[in-house]
C-alpha cells in the first residue's frame, strides 16, 4: 500500500502562485511510481492537471494549465511538487495527488492505484 498526502493548498488572489506537495510513504521504497495530479471543481468531475514519469524526464499538462504549472518530483523525499504559477479562479478545485506503479506518465484517472485526500485551493478574483 501506498499513502499519499497533499499539502500546500490554501486561499490566493489572481495571479499569484501556490507550490503543492504530495508526499508518498508506505511501499515506495525499490518501486517505480508515476505520479499525478488531478482537481475537481465544485459541481465537475475531477480532471488532469499534470503528470509525471518514474524518472522525471517525461511530463504532461492539461492544455489549461500550460505554461503556468510545473509539475516536479524529488524521488529522494518521495515527494512530487505542483508549482502554480499566474492562478485564475477557474484554477479553483480540490487537487488530489495519484500513483501507479510504472515507469512511463498516465493522464487518466483510471490509471491511478493510488489517490491522496485531497488539497484545497482556492483562487480570489
Known amino acids: 500500500q501506498v499513502q499519499l498526502v497533499e499539502s500546500g493548498g490554501g486561499l490566493v488572489q489572481a495571479g499569484g502562485s501556490l507550490r503543492l506537495s504530495c508526499a508518498a510513504s508506505?511501499?515506495?521504497?525499490?518501486?517505480?511510481?508515476?505520479m499525478g495530479w488531478f482537481r475537481q471543481a465544485p459541481g465537475k468531475e475531477r480532471d488532469f492537471v499534470a503528470a509525471i514519469s518514474w524518472g522525471g524526464g517525461s511530463t504532461d499538462y492539461a492544455d489549461s494549465v500550460k505554461g503556468r504549472f510545473t509539475i516536479s518530483r524529488d524521488n529522494a523525499k518521495n515527494t512530487v511538487y505542483l508549482q502554480m504559477n499566474s492562478l485564475e479562479p477557474e484554477d479553483t478545485a480540490v487537487y488530489y495527488c495519484?500513483?501507479?506503479?510504472?515507469?512511463?506518465?498516465?493522464?487518466?484517472?483510471?490509471?491511478?492505484?493510488?489517490w491522496g485526500q485531497g488539497t484545497q485551493v482556492t483562487v480570489s478574483s
Open positions: 495519484a500513483a501507479r506503479t510504472g515507469t512511463g506518465y498516465y493522464i487518466k484517472g483510471t490509471d491511478y492505484t493510488y
Open positions: 508506505g511501499r515506495t521504497f525499490g518501486s517505480y511510481y508515476a
